[in-house]
């Protein structure tokens, strides 16, 4: 198994929709938690970190299931603009740069 | 103000030539991580420096690939005798502090060896 798993999707919504896609870690003492966004043959850029007891950002909501092992993001009133790969991050506990895992990515398309 | 660049964004070699790839971190980010992303995945951790030390370079698939930051802010990723399967694209990211968190990432280099 992975230590982190996203579904690769693509995922392909209406504008104005919302969409929510999930990240599952195997190390139950993992301990920090982000989300990045990538466009098509561009750069990583962070979009929100995860808090334990969940956070906004505008449109983008994040969350953190500690029983269940995973994060979550969603996006209301999704924008063309949002249509993107989602990666998560999980960073160890201990947090030696080596336990910084990327996901593979969720790719979401807004459709018009 | 500048970001995290790096050089050449794109290099085409020949299997068994040496390739160096450059990264200029954001000015007085003291942390710098070279990664390595093959398409259609997340980027792979490859090595880590904090200023000048490389602490971690467990990441690295093989004594084939050294990375160094001499002064504590350039760094130079170098390939010795690429094979097909370092096709990849290289991601250079600095943080401001120690801990890796807020990474801003350069715009990469991608290196396709024929």
């Known amino acids: 198994r992975k230590e982190v798993e996203q579904d690769p999707g693509p995922f392909n919504v209406p504008e104005g929709a919302t969409v929510a896609f999930n990240c599952t870690y195997s190390n139950s003492a993992s301990q920090s938690f982000f989300w990045y966004r990538q466009d098509c043959r561009k750069e990583p850029k962070l979009l929100m970190s995860?808090?334990?007891s969940g956070n906004e950002d505008g449109r983008f909501t994040a969350q953190l299931n500690r029983a269940s092992q995973y994060i979550s993001l969603l996006i209301r009133d999704s924008k063309l603009s949002d249509s993107a790969t989602y990666l998560c991050v999980v960073l160890d506990p201990y947090s030696s740069a080596s336990k910084i895992i990327f996901g593979s990515g969720t790719r979401l398309s807004i459709r018009p | 103000g500048a970001g995290v660049s790096q050089s050449p964004r794109y290099k085409v070699a020949k299997r068994g030539q040496d390739v160096a790839l450059r990264c200029d971190p954001i000015?007085?980010?003291?942390?710098l991580f070279w990664y390595q992303q093959a398409l259609g995945q997340g980027p792979e951790f490859l090595t880590y420096f904090q200023n000048e030390a490389q602490l971690d370079k467990s990441g690295l698939p093989s004594d084939r690939f050294f990375a160094e930051r001499p002064e504590g802010s350039v760094s130079t990723l170098k390939i010795q005798r690429t094979q097909q399967e370092d096709s990849a694209v290289y991601l250079c990211?600095?943080?401001?502090?120690?801990?890796?968190?807020?990474?801003?990432f350069g715009p990469g280099t991608r290196l396709t060896v024929t």
């Open positions: 000015s007085g980010h003291v942390s």
């Open positions: 990211a600095s943080s401001l502090r120690l801990e890796p968190y807020e990474q801003y």
């Open positions: 995860v808090y334990s």
